[in-house]
């Protein structure tokens, strides 16, 4: 199994350390490689936090979170740091690419780090590009750029180390229909071609129905919606 959430809580605190809201409490989620996961439920619920878990980006109060197996509590910044760069993919509602970059420039700030043949990782960028429909105008930056574009550009970049886990929070709640419907295609079968799995949190039917999975958040736990 790629990823497993299993019985995970955690709660928001205050200063003083009193706990002012439980948002998940006992979530439990299995993802396999290449799978695609849908999670739905009202603002507040938590998904949010669930993939900020998934990811390494929090921490859970109680419960564990595997990657293959192997626990991701205890690991150092700077393991957690090289986790999310090599394993993790993350694409958010806004785009957050840098303004005073190039397209071209913000695709490549993943890879960076790892001091790898950057010839490949050109051809990777240049092959993703064509296929996103953004080479053209690589050499813009993200002010130049209309929302469809930019949100492409960061789907790009969250798969140019290719990652073996995506996580999209809301990547089409900012977009039109047309650009939503272009976005989900373009997620689905770039998750597909390169066997990456993904957990998408949304509120649009449309993009859970691509999805293999879907569950639902309520009251701090994850349901399975059987169809």
Same mark, same amino acid.
């Given at each position: 199994m790629? $990823?497993?959430?299993?019985?995970? =809580?955690?709660? &928001?605190?205050s @200063? &003083?350390?009193? !706990?002012?809201? /439980?948002?998940? !409490? +006992?979530? =439990? $989620?299995? *993802?396999?490689d290449g799978e695609r996961i849908a999670i739905t439920g009202p603002s +507040?619920?938590?998904?949010?936090?669930?993939?900020?878990l998934a990811g390494t980006l929090d921490f859970p109060d109680k419960g564990e979170i595997l990657f293959?197996?192997? =626990? $991701?509590?205890?690991?150092?910044?700077?393991g957690?740091?090289? #986790?999310?760069?090599?394993? *993790? +993919? #993350? *694409?958010f509602q806004f785009h957050h690419l840098l303004p005073q970059l190039t397209l071209w420039e913000n695709v490549l700030i993943p890879a960076l780090p790892l001091n790898g043949n950057m010839k490949e990782v050109y051809k990777r960028a240049e092959e993703l590009l064509r296929e996103t429909g953004l080479w053209d105008i690589r050499h813009q930056k993200p002010g130049e750029l209309s929302g469809g574009e930019c949100q492409r550009t960061a789907v790009v970049r969250a798969l140019i180390n290719q990652p073996s886990l995506l996580l999209a929070d809301e990547p089409t709640g900012s977009l039109d229909d047309r650009n939503a419907t272009m976005l989900t295609k373009l997620l689905t079968t770039l998750?597909? @071609? /390169?066997?990456t799995a993904m957990v998408v949190v949304t509120h649009a039917g449309? *993009?859970?129905? /691509?999805?293999?999975?879907? &569950? =639902?958040?309520?009251? +701090? @736990?994850?349901?399975?919606?059987?169809?």
């Open positions: 790629l $990823l497993e959430i299993k019985d995970v =809580s955690k709660s &928001y605190k @200063r &003083y350390g009193r !706990t002012i809201r /439980e948002v998940l !409490t +006992g979530a =439990s $989620l299995a *993802v396999g +507040g619920s938590g998904k949010t936090t669930l993939l900020n293959r197996g192997n =626990s $991701l509590s205890g690991i150092d910044t700077a957690l740091a090289a #986790f999310r760069n090599r394993e *993790v +993919g #993350f *694409v998750s597909a @071609r /390169e066997n449309g *993009v859970a129905a /691509e999805m293999d999975k879907i &569950y =639902s958040l309520k009251e +701090g @736990r994850l349901t399975e919606n059987h169809q």
